[in-house]
């Protein structure tokens, strides 16, 4: 890091290299793929004005002088290469696509994860800024500053002298076509002013799509609670120190959250500054748009349909600084907002914020990094703190607010389980007969009733009764669930669809079971058990098409559906007040997954879903079945209840030295040998151990094992795991290893820092 950084910003050059020095300019480059370090090349006379640290050039690379794309990251009279310097070809971008605070977070990222550089700036810019996507190149007109300045002195023929003064009065410049249109007259007059040189030319890339969001309609601000108006004062504390803090909210469901970040960022606006807000994905829904729409004229809302150009567009819009509020999902931290005054994290433990590929970063880690580099407060919010913030909260590193009532002083629901052991089993389906005599109390009241599920498909196993083999996919480790849409057999990892069999495919035997509850099983069962009732699924099956969550939301908000019934989808942050029961049909699904964060992720679930009733004056109740009602995870949910929970779970981490308690690196090595995905796993993990050394307090190294999921799309996949009190240490030793060794032909590896995945 430190030897990298030099290339960056010191630009003194040893006092030997003074004279060689002279009138040199050294740009230090990365290429997006391929080699991993920092280049230098010279910068030639004819580009010194044009290239700015942040921006693309084209420069000339290995023996055969190709021309690649790469990143200048650096300025500088001198290099440190003892090489000789190429010239640099060419200038890609007229304007840096990256600030110096941004560079430095990319480069962060870079040697936290384990990522090349390159990998890290070609993922914080998106595609479409990357291509210009959406704009053109177009000849722009404008009044030079001297001639609008005396324009009434001008003797011109009235009609140029109108052109003239509305293309001075234009915000914006334009195209000679569209001058021509807005002042009604020909070409001939504009090219006349311009050859007497009172209208200037300018070559650029503009946007196509320079149109204004439609306005949202204004919503008045809420007159806070005293617990919103402590939590306000604590952030408002934070934003007047101009310093960086790191604020937990641990708000429950329903307690105003959204709220105090809206006052929140009222203030930062006002300041004049930028507020960047990140939710999960599934959040980005009309209900949030519109929420924070409705309350600032500038709101970039980044969501993961939009097209190449309509990103480009909010870019631009962002990078200008045009741009209040920026509200996105995990990408959203690299909006590049020019004067940053606060970020909000919102349902901080969902895991949605670690992207699953290279770079694996978490958006709240990358926050705290920005947050600190730019000196703004980072505001986390959640009910259900992950263990990694509570854990920060309670050693001093954040600081705790507590948001532990709901607004208007609704109550927390009830919420009471139903002991799956004790329910007579056997062909009586999903519901319980409590569940079932709830759910007809609250449907006949007019309530509305949420069912959770965490399992799509019919039956999730087919299973042969005679040689008990369950069908599994072909190129991954994992049984196939039965879908009933065409009767299809689907792996939820790889999305192999193939017809489901009717008869065993290792034994030959007919009269294969279809066994398991998915969500379409229990919704037939719901349409069976309740005919006189609208509904609706949501699942990823059921909401592929774009904008069918959108949909379906709207119609459970109108009242047009009685009963949602779901996976996780719908346990997140929805705010419906009709709904006065939640039914939670399993909740020990991810319990007993191999899994260390299992029980955290039940906890979670549970909690949050619950957290969907009760929201309006009708009340509301919630019914959980499981199989173990005295589970730790389930009790601490049952009561909503955070501080039990981690009480429970924190020493199992202590004991084990799992985050947040130390640190820990997951490898994956993967390929379609297995004998050769073996070999190299034990090549690797002997080498990190070597590197770590002996002292087993500074690091340890499991492993390696075929990973829970053994096979994955046709590769098999071995794993290991670094354990540690400092993540630089282990850090340094993949490095150490990494360097040393190169997996064979077909063989891959991957190191996942602060691994959120353990499958
Ligand atoms: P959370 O994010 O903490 O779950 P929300 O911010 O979604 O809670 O607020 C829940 C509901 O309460 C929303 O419908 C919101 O409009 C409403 N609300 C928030 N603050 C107040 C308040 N001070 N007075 C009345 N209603 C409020
Ligand atoms: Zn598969």
Redesign the pocket.
């Given at each position: 890091m430190t030897s990298r950084q030099q290339t960056l910003f010191d630009t003194s050059p040893a006092p030997w290299e003074l004279d060689a020095a002279e009138d040199q300019l050294v740009a230090s480059v990365v290429f997006p793929s391929g080699a991993k370090e920092p280049f230098d090349y010279l910068v030639p006379m004819a580009l010194r004005g044009g290239l700015t640290v942040g921006a693309r050039v084209l420069v000339p690379f290995g023996r055969s002088n190709r021309a690649l794309l790469a990143y200048c990251v650096g300025l500088a009279d001198h290099s440190k290469s003892s090489h000789r310097l190429k010239n640099i070809k060419s200038v890609v971008d007229a304007r840096s696509l990256l600030s110096p605070a941004m560079l430095r977070m990319t480069e962060w990222i870079a040697d936290h994860y384990l990522c090349p550089w390159g990998q890290v700036l070609e993922s914080v810019l998106p595609a479409g800024v990357r291509s210009g996507a959406g704009t053109r190149e177009a000849t722009l007109l404008s009044v030079p500053t001297e001639v609008a300045m005396r324009m009434t002195e001008l003797k011109l023929p009235p009609r140029q002298h109108e052109i003239l003064r509305h293309l001075a009065g234009c915000r914006d410049a334009i195209t000679t076509k569209e001058l021509a249109v807005a002042v009604g007259c020909t070409e001939g007059p504009i090219r006349a002013l311009r050859q007497k040189g009172f209208i200037e030319e300018r070559r650029q890339r503009i946007s196509n799509l320079a149109r204004a969001d439609t306005p949202e309609e204004r919503e008045p601000a809420?007159?806070?609670?005293p617990d919103?108006q402590a939590a306000l004062a604590t952030i408002d504390t934070a934003l007047e120190s101009g310093q960086h803090r790191t604020l937990l909210i641990h708000?429950?469901?329903?307690?105003?959250?959204?709220?105090?970040y809206i006052r929140a960022i009222e203030k930062v606006v006002s300041f004049g500054r930028q507020a960047i807000v990140l939710v999960p994905e599934i959040s980005l829904t009309p209900q949030t748009r519109q929420?924070f729409r409705s309350r600032f004229d500038q709101v970039a809302v980044l969501h993961s349909h939009l097209t190449d150009a309509e990103r480009h567009w909010q870019w631009q819009r962002i990078a200008a600084g045009e741009v209040q509020v920026v509200v996105g999902a995990r990408s959203a931290i690299f909006a590049p907002t020019p004067a940053l005054g606060l970020i909000v994290l919102?349902e901080e433990h969902e895991s949605s914020f670690k992207q699953s590929t290279a770079p694996r970063y978490h958006a709240r880690d990358v926050a705290l990094f920005r947050a600190r580099a730019e000196d703004v407060p980072l505001v986390l919010?959640t009910?259900t703190p992950s263990l990694e913030s509570w854990h920060r909260a309670k050693t001093g590193k954040y600081e705790l607010i507590d948001?532990p009532r709901?607004?208007?002083d609704r109550p927390l629901p009830e919420v009471v389980t139903v002991d799956l052991r004790t329910q007579t089993r056997g062909g009586r389906g999903a519901i319980s007969r409590p569940l079932r005599i709830a759910m007809e109390e609250a449907l006949s009241a007019g309530g509305q009733v949420m069912l959770l599920l965490n399992r799509r498909g019919f039956s999730t196993h087919i299973q042969c009764p005679a040689c008990g083999e369950a069908v599994r996919c072909a190129d991954c480790d994992v049984a196939l669930t039965h879908h009933r849409e065409n009767e299809q057999a689907v792996c939820h990892y790889c999305d192999f669809h193939g017809p489901a069999p009717q008869s065993c495919p290792s034994c030959g035997r007919d009269g294969i079971r279809y066994g398991g509850l998915g969500t379409q099983r229990l919704e037939a069962e719901i349409r069976a058990g309740f005919p006189d009732h609208v509904c609706l699924r949501m699942d990823t099956d059921s909401m592929k098409r774009r904008g069918s969550h959108e949909d379906a939301l709207g119609k459970f908000k109108r009242g047009e559906v009685d009963i949602l019934l779901g996976t996780q989808m719908i346990a997140k942050?929805l705010?419906f007040?009709n709904v006065t029961l939640v039914g939670v049909i399993n909740a020990d699904v991810g319990l007993h997954m191999p899994d260390f964060r299992a029980a955290e992720r039940t906890f979670q679930l549970v909690t949050q879903v619950a957290?969907r009733t009760g929201?309006g004056p009708k009340g509301g109740r919630v019914i959980v079945q499981t199989f173990s009602p005295d589970h730790p995870a389930i009790q601490a949910a049952v009561r909503h209840d955070m501080t039990m929970f981690a009480t429970a779970e924190l020493p199992h981490r202590e004991a084990l030295q799992y985050p947040p308690c130390g640190s820990l690196i997951r490898l994956i090595i993967r390929g379609p040998q297995e004998a050769a995905v073996k070999q190299f796993a034990g090549q690797l993990t002997a080498g990190i151990g070597h590197a770590l050394g002996d002292d087993a307090a500074a690091g340890k190294i499991l492993g390696p094992a075929p990973a829970p999921i053994t096979k994955l799309r046709g590769n098999f996949r071995y794993q290991a795991q670094l354990h540690g009190p400092n993540a630089d240490v282990l850090r340094g030793a993949v490095r150490q290893a990494a360097a040393d060794l190169k997996p064979p032909e077909g063989v891959q590896w991957i190191a996942d820092v602060d691994p959120l995945e353990m499958l």
């Open positions: 809420l007159k806070l609670n919103q708000g429950v469901t329903g307690s105003g959250k959204t709220e105090v929420r919102d919010g009910a948001m709901r607004v208007m942050g705010d007040p957290g929201r």
